[in-house]
């Protein structure tokens, strides 16, 4: 069996020679990542790379479309809440191609949407009726 090591690739190592972006010590750069888009965009980032199994899995291609997907995503959100603030005039042309888009992203990442068993209802009277709950005892 071989060593888990030589099977995972691994994340290049910090070098004086890259960037901090590039280290990983920072996620974005001309920034300090504490607004709230941009931890919502970190939380993204982390979120999308887990749902690939994780970051030490992924190429620098990957990567890079999960930043772009954690970006799209924080902006949907932002362009929400503003919607629903009535802040700000809601561009559903724009909101569509940015949503359009995020489809595509993930696509190309390999995420793929799963669909959750659901019950129509039509069995729900037959289940009741076939045992009718106990009556309660008279006082």
């Keep these: 069996m071989e060593n888990a090591a030589e099977t995972i690739p691994q994340i290049a190592k910090r070098s004086p020679q890259r960037s901090r972006v590039g280290n990983g010590a920072k996620l974005l750069p001309l920034t300090d990542?504490?607004?709230?888009?941009?931890?919502?965009?970190?939380?993204?980032?982390?979120?999308?790379?887990?749902?690939?199994?994780?970051?030490?899995?992924?190429?620098?291609?990957?990567?890079?479309?999960?930043?772009?997907?954690?970006?799209?995503?924080?902006?949907?959100?932002?362009q929400e809440a503003l919607a629903a603030r009535g802040?700000?005039?809601?561009?559903?042309?724009?909101?569509?191609?940015?949503?359009?888009?995020?489809?595509?992203?993930?696509?190309?990442?390999?995420?793929?949407?799963?669909?959750?068993?659901?019950?129509?209802?039509?069995n729900v009277l037959a289940q009741y009726f076939s045992s009718p709950p106990a009556k309660e005892a008279a006082p």
């Design 87 to 122: 802040e700000a005039e809601f561009n559903c042309e724009l909101y569509g191609t940015m949503c359009d888009r995020l489809g595509r992203l993930f696509g190309r990442l390999g995420l793929q949407r799963v669909a959750r068993p659901v019950s129509d209802g039509s």
């Design 33 to 78: 990542g504490r607004s709230a888009t941009s931890r919502r965009f970190k939380d993204l980032v982390e979120d999308i790379a887990a749902d690939l199994g994780g970051k030490a899995l992924l190429s620098e291609g990957q990567r890079q479309l999960i930043r772009r997907a954690a970006m799209l995503s924080a902006e949907c959100e932002r």
